[in-house]
């Protein structure tokens, strides 16, 4: 049995190709378009109902939200791995699983992305020098808040 493209499939996979070339008031009309043909197709099943809900298991989700609220609220310091294991009541190795799987990605990724939008919030509302925007933010380093930077926002 094939696995062909169905003619809502090939128009919608056309008009996203170059969508990335497109830039401003074109890029949004293009992706409209899409989300058009996409809304009007006979082809095109959800991938999930609204009914959804993830399986959580009992304790998971505040225990989640704990170390989440523990690592909005200390994000500009050091926070061990050891620290955030605790948080959640479980050994390091479990805890590393459980945060992953339940925020997709790792603690120092999460930590980078909490650190980094704390110091955008700074660069815009400031005239302060980026270094001690990146020092106030949590990072140990110039050269880390850099590469963090543009890796999370260019």
């Keep these: 049995m094939g696995c ?7 128009a919608v996979a056309r ?27 006979r082809e095109v099943r959800p991938l999930s109902s609204r009914e959804f809900v993830p399986a959580l298991r009992p304790g998971d989700e505040g225990r989640i939200d704990r170390v989440c609220r523990m690592l909005n609220e200390r994000c500009t310091e050091r926070i061990t791995l050891a620290e955030a294991a605790a948080a959640a009541h479980l050994s ?3 805890f590393s699983r459980f945060f992953r799987r339940k925020t997709g ?34 990072f140990n380093n110039l050269s880390n808040f850099n590469r963090r930077f543009l890796s999370l926002k260019a």
Excluded: H, W
């Excluded at 062909?4 to 090939?10: S, T």
């Excluded at 070339?21 to 009007?40: N, Y």
């Excluded at 980094?116 to 509302?125: F, M, N, V």
């Design 105 to 138: 990605r790792t603690l120092v990724a999460y930590l980078n992305e909490l650190r980094t939008g704390l110091a955008c919030r700074e660069l815009i509302d400031s005239d302060r020098p980026v270094s001690d925007i990146a020092f106030d933010s949590g």
């Design 92 to 94: 390091i190795p479990a």
């Design 4 to 10: 062909g493209l169905g003619e809502d499939q090939k």
């Design 15 to 41: 008009r996203m190709e170059g969508m990335d070339r497109l830039q401003g008031l074109a890029r949004l009309a293009a992706l409209l378009e899409v989300l058009d043909l996409l809304a009007r197709s």
